[in-house]
Antibody, heavy 118, light 107 residues
Framework: EVQLVESGGGLVQPGGSLRLSCAAS????????MTWVRQAPGKGLEWVAN????????YYGDSVRGRFAMSRDNAKRSVYLQINSLRAEDTAVYYC???????????WGQGVLVTVSS | DIQMTQSPSSVSASVGDRVTITCRAS??????LAWYQQKPGKAPKLLIY???SLQSGVPSRFSGSGSGTHFTLTITSLQPEDFATYYC?????????FGGGTKVEIK
């Protein structure tokens, strides 16, 4: 069974940092690009970042580029999202997602909530 | 970045109705488009990829069409479990982008 389990969310003050983790199981992790998508409360989906199978390429959404950094450890079957200089508008549920062939997002984790507030 | 515009933002429909949702891209994306369904409190679910290919396990009442800049998602004979929010996504280029969503509500 494919599973993606996010962790590391919580309440953080503006300007703070957080590291989200996503543990994958049930599929060949190292042949898939992986993606983070977020959703602010009551809002739509926002594509955040993705990373190539070997970690050599990463892409970021405009609103997070320069503040967020995505990485992966294939030996641990995990991806990470380092989020820095947090702002209130970064408050959202962050989903870890598996990329199918063609970059379609075919399997989603349950999401982890990040709340930025003083 | 490519902008994705969905319409309508919401639609009221009855069980058995046919519903069509439109997604327009700010530039041509060939057929690099997906549709997702999201229910409250749940993660999105992939319905359609490559504009018109049905994801495994998705009922055949869902269909997608279009290419270039204009795409549609059609639900024939709406079922109670189909009341949800639907999003399009372009994967033609990174950063990928989503449409704003269309909420399908019960009339």
């Amino acid at each position: 069974e494919v599973q993606l389990v996010e962790s590391g969310g919580g309440l953080v003050q503006p300007g703070g940092s957080l590291r989200l983790s996503c543990a994958a199981s049930g599929f060949d992790f190292d042949i898939h690009w992986m993606t983070w998508v977020r959703q602010a409360p009551g809002k739509g989906l926002e594509w955040v970042a993705n990373i190539k199978q070997d970690g050599t390429k990463r892409y970021y959404g405009d609103s997070v580029r320069g503040r967020f950094a995505m990485s992966r450890d294939n030996a641990k079957r995990s991806v990470y999202l380092q989020i820095n200089s947090l702002r209130a508008e970064d408050t959202a549920v962050y989903y870890c997602v598996r990329d199918a062939s063609g970059s379609y997002l075919d399997f989603w984790g349950q999401g982890v909530l990040v709340t930025v507030s003083s | 970045d490519i902008q994705m515009t969905q319409s309508p933002s919401s639609v009221s429909a009855s069980v058995g109705d046919r519903v069509t949702i439109t997604c327009r891209a700010s530039q041509g994306i060939s057929s690099w488009l997906a549709w997702y369904q999201q229910k409250p409190g749940k993660a999105p679910k992939l319905l359609i990829y490559a504009a018109s290919s049905l994801q495994s396990g998705v009922p055949s009442r869902f269909s997608g069409s279009g290419s270039g800049t204009h795409f549609t998602l059609t639900i024939t004979s709406l079922q109670p479990e189909d009341f949800a929010t639907y999003y399009c996504q372009q994967v033609n280029s990174f950063p990928s982008t989503f449409g704003g969503g269309t909420k399908v509500e019960i009339k």
